[in-house]
């Protein structure tokens, strides 16, 4: 058994071990300090390609990768999986439920989970897709509706498990949209026996006048035509009153259907509010042009969490190539302050972005050029396997791709349920880390 030396040397605690928190945890790594990363899952997801494990197309552990395995050559990086309830700013530790971590630097890159605007109980009806329960969730009632239609005598079910809603027409929004659409046209055409899976309606709504508001116009437009293409009933500024068992209620119309895909909102962490300094509408801790925060320059908050307008006045979209710049860039400013130096303030440089809407189908914008179709699909692709962590998940969906475009099979269509011991214990369980993620 390894025995823990006290060290003097400045510690570091990290809070996620998302792109933010990992990419923060790569900058320091065999550097002359101390660093513990703390995540409540033991994992770190890239959420890009989330929607393709909620359709069937990958398996959880294709986008995923145990953290301690990321970092194993770093030799002064310890990763805990714990879920941190509390920050003490002025004693500066970092509570989960079963320690304190006390820090010399902290950085929180927690991130983000969806908004229902006030009505969280929409939550059960339409949830969100942000970790791989979620994704699982969403994959048992897209295949789950398709077994419904198959065996009901109900008409009006059959119509209502055939028809998907997805609310929110941003890049998961559309990116759910073209894939339903893909399952339902081409995946499962011959495997039922009773429903044709092509005449399965997928509507997308968005109570703005336009899918990808954060693309140009022409892209929005160049999406929303391949949507279409797709047979994807695209309804834009259609704003959604109540969702319930049933559908979704807009102002002119109920929808019935049994599968509602939440797409619509975020809220930064709840971590972001306990620091007691200002936040956005998003509840995202407004930073200082080196991402500290105000009165305590040994706090970084990077990520979905942070919201930095220093740079164009308005904060920064809330996307991966943001939050692993910031992360960079921390561990710099950090290594930097120790030395007794101070890096010159944060500046994303912004490459471009990209969202796919199905097979040949995409939207590309590089600033100098724009365009949608085949070619930004093949750019979607490859920057998205360059980014996967870990040569095995990459060359494993290299060959997912490679075979679901030739056969379009999609090989994790499994339907199961999280553990449910057919006796429940007496007695609670004794207190300890969650560790649902
Ligand atoms: C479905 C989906 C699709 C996306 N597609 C794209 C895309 O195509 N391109 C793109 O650029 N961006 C995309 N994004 C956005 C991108 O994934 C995020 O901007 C990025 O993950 C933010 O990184 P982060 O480190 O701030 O947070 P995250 O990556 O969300 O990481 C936060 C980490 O903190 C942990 N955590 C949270 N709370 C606690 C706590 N209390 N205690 C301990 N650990 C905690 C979480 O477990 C998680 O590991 C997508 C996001 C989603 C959800």
């Known amino acids: 058994m390894k025995t823990a030396i ?252 049994r599968t509602i895909i939440w797409a619509a909102g975020n809220a930064a962490s709840p971590l972001g509010k306990q620091l007691g300094v200002e936040t956005d509408r998003q509840g995202r801790v407004v930073v200082t042009q080196d991402l500290s925060i105000p009165g305590h320059p040994e706090i970084f908050i990077i990520g979905d969490l942070a919201s930095y307008s220093h740079q164009t006045g308005k904060p920064l979209a809330g996307v991966a190539s943001v939050a692993m710049q910031m992360g960079t860039y921390t561990g710099k400013a950090i290594l930097a302050r120790i030395g007794g130096n101070q890096l010159a303030p944060f500046k994303y440089l912004d490459r471009g972005s990209m969202a796919t809407i199905g097979r040949h189908r995409a939207v590309a914008d590089f600033h100098i050029i724009r365009f949608g179709g085949f070619f930004a699909w093949l750019g979607w692709l490859w920057v998205h396997l360059i980014f996967l962590v870990g040569l095995r998940n990459q060359i494993q969906v290299f060959f997912q791709w490679v075979w679901a475009y030739f056969t379009y099979a999609r090989g994790a269509r499994l339907i199961y349920r999280n553990f449910q011991p057919s006796v429940p214990p007496k007695k609670p369980r004794i207190p300890s880390e969650d560790l649902t993620g």
Not at 167 to 183: H, K, N, R
Not at 199 to 228: G, N, Y
Not at 230 to 246: E, F, G, I, P, S
Request: aromatic share 6%; net charge neutral.
């Open 6 to 257: 006290a060290s003097s040397r400045p510690k570091v605690v990290i809070v996620g071990g998302g792109f933010g928190g990992l990419y923060a945890a790569k900058a320091l790594a065999n550097q002359a300090l101390d660093v513990t990363l703390i995540d409540r899952t033991n994992h770190h997801l890239f959420q890009p390609l989330l929607y393709q494990v909620a359709t069937a197309g990958l398996s959880p552990g294709d986008v995923a990768q145990p953290i301690r395995h990321i970092l194993r050559s770093a030799q002064n990086i310890k990763v805990i999986m714990g879920t941190v309830g509390k920050i003490d700013v002025e004693a500066r530790t970092v509570i989960t439920h079963i320690r304190e971590h006390p820090y010399d630097y902290l950085v929180v890159a927690a991130g983000a989970r969806h908004s229902y605007f006030g009505n969280d109980d929409w939550e059960a009806f339409a949830p969100g897709l942000k970790n791989i329960p979620d994704a699982l969730e969403l994959r048992r009632r897209i295949l789950n509706a398709f077994e419904i239609a198959e065996t009901t005598t109900d008409e009006e079910l059959r119509k209502a498990a055939l028809t998907f809603v997805i609310i929110g027409g941003g890049p998961t929004g559309v990116e759910m949209a073209g894939a339903i659409s893909e399952l339902a046209r081409r995946t499962l055409v011959d495997d039922f026996r009773e429903i044709r899976t092509k005449q399965a309606k997928v509507i997308l709504l968005d109570a703005a006048p336009r899918v990808l508001p954060v693309f140009t116009e022409d892209l929005s437009r160049s999406a929303q035509k391949q949507l279409e293409q797709m047979d994807v009933d695209v309804r834009v500024a259609k704003k959604v009153l109540t969702v319930n068992a049933d559908g979704v209620q807009l102002e002119d119309e109920f929808i019935k259907t």
